[in-house]
């Protein structure tokens, strides 16, 4: 490795919003690896995680070498700046958040002008899609670096297999959720609705909401496809770990989506959000028996690569 590759030798303090608890366990799980993945590097990393308005005490502290804020609503905790700041925007802070009514909340508005604010002062900037650069200030360079992949966690594997560990059904179509069902952006009940417009008794709607990070991959292997259906995304984990396990995808026109499928065949990219369109797409995904190669799709997403780039970055403003 490198000089540039290497982060030995690298402090940097990183401030997140999300960050994976007991509470909320498979909150910031990409933001986890990116740290991982850069300590394996080299890179000594402190993280601040918070949540609301709480106050972290060590960014008083100057001994690292910059800042990294994940999320724009965290670079407001490095400001006035003491040491170089970059942000990585990862969606809803540059877009909006919306609300159980599906509509972008005042709240959101709030997080979209502090993000810009962050915007205009950081040393770097850092998107995860192309999607998202319409958001930022005109005037600001940026880098687009996708949220990574764990190609060693994410894999193909066999479908009875994975099916008889988590007690499926081994008969049935699946489809799996790729969201949250409580978070309102990601609209569960429009994927409901889509499977439902299938009328096929066969198919089932699975969640795996709340399960342990080395599970997924299990769920993926077990599933016939992944349904994305999100107001917005920036650049949705699920599909790109979808696609590293080879199960299709359907999905609306969000974030990076269309770059992504647009490398792999098999998969369906909606171009509205209609539940007859979903459901269409679905119904086009079951039906081709024909093999699926998601993963050489992807590839280059590794996050070990990816991290490469970071640190490239990290030197930079060092």
Same mark, same amino acid.
Request: with cysteine.
């Given at each position: 490795?490198?000089?540039?590759?290497?982060?030995?030798?690298?402090?940097?303090?990183?401030?997140? /919003?999300?960050?994976?608890?007991?509470?909320?366990?498979?909150?910031? +799980?990409? @933001?986890?690896?990116?740290?991982?993945?850069?300590?394996?590097?080299?890179?000594?990393?402190?993280? +601040?995680?918070?949540?609301?308005?709480?106050?972290?005490?060590?960014?008083?502290?100057?001994?690292?070498?910059? $800042?990294?804020?994940?999320?724009?609503? /965290?670079?407001?905790?490095?400001?006035?700046?003491?040491?170089?700041? $970059?942000?990585?925007?990862?969606?809803?802070?540059?877009?909006?958040?919306?609300?159980?009514?599906?509509?972008?909340?005042?709240?959101?508005?709030?997080?979209?002008?502090?993000?810009?604010?962050?915007?205009?002062?950081?040393?770097?900037? @850092? $998107?995860?899609?192309?999607?998202?650069?319409?958001?930022?200030?005109?005037?600001?360079?940026?880098?687009?670096?996708?949220?990574?992949?764990?190609?060693?966690?994410?894999?193909?594997?066999?479908?009875?297999?994975?099916?008889?560990?988590?007690?499926?059904?081994?008969?049935?179509?699946?489809?799996?959720?790729?969201?949250?069902?409580?978070?309102?952006?990601?609209?569960?009940?429009?994927?409901?609705?889509?499977?439902?417009?299938?009328?096929?008794?066969?198919?089932?709607?699975? +969640?795996?909401?709340?399960?342990?990070?080395?599970?997924?991959?299990?769920?993926?292997?077990?599933?016939?496809?992944?349904?994305?259906?999100?107001?917005?995304?920036?650049?949705?984990?699920?599909?790109?770990?979808? =696609?590293?396990?080879?199960?299709?995808?359907?999905?609306?026109?969000?974030?990076? +989506?269309?770059?992504? =499928?647009?490398?792999?065949?098999?998969?369906?990219?909606?171009?509205?959000?209609?539940?007859?369109?979903?459901?269409?797409?679905?119904?086009?995904?079951?039906?081709?028996?024909?093999?699926?190669?998601?993963?050489?799709? $992807?590839?280059?997403?590794?996050?070990?690569? =990816?991290?490469?780039?970071?640190?490239?970055?990290?030197?930079?403003?060092?």
């Amino acid at each position: 490795m490198s000089a540039q590759a290497s982060g030995h030798g690298l402090r940097v303090l990183m401030i997140s /919003s999300e960050w994976p608890s007991a509470e909320h366990p498979r909150s910031g +799980v990409f @933001i986890e690896q990116q740290v991982r993945f850069l300590r394996n590097a080299g890179v000594d990393v402190e993280v +601040v995680a918070f949540r609301g308005a709480k106050d972290p005490r060590r960014l008083l502290a100057n001994d690292h070498h910059l $800042v990294h804020a994940q999320f724009g609503q /965290s670079g407001l905790l490095a400001l006035p700046k003491r040491l170089p700041l $970059v942000v990585t925007f990862r969606g809803s802070d540059l877009q909006g958040i919306v609300g159980r009514q599906g509509r972008y909340l005042w709240s959101g508005r709030v997080l979209r002008a502090a993000s810009r604010i962050v915007a205009r002062v950081a040393d770097r900037i @850092i $998107v995860v899609s192309t999607s998202l650069v319409t958001h930022l200030p005109k005037s600001r360079a940026y880098h687009v670096i996708p949220s990574g992949l764990d190609l060693e966690l994410f894999q193909p594997g066999a479908k009875h297999a994975a099916r008889e560990r988590l007690g499926l059904p081994p008969a049935r179509r699946l489809i799996l959720f790729g969201g949250n069902p409580e978070v309102a952006e990601k609209r569960f009940a429009l994927a409901r609705e889509a499977v439902d417009r299938l009328h096929r008794p066969d198919v089932d709607l699975v +969640v795996a909401r709340g399960v342990p990070r080395e599970l997924v991959p299990i769920y993926m292997n077990a599933c016939d496809a992944l349904l994305l259906t999100s107001r917005h995304e920036g650049s949705p984990n699920m599909i790109k770990e979808a =696609l590293a396990c080879n199960l299709p995808v359907v999905s609306v026109a969000v974030g990076d +989506v269309r770059e992504r =499928l647009g490398k792999v065949r098999g998969c369906v990219l909606c171009e509205d959000d209609r539940p007859e369109s979903l459901a269409r797409g679905i119904e086009t995904v079951l039906a081709d028996a024909g093999p699926f190669d998601g993963r050489s799709g $992807v590839t280059d997403l590794d996050e070990a690569d =990816l991290c490469r780039r970071l640190i490239a970055i990290y030197r930079e403003v060092a």
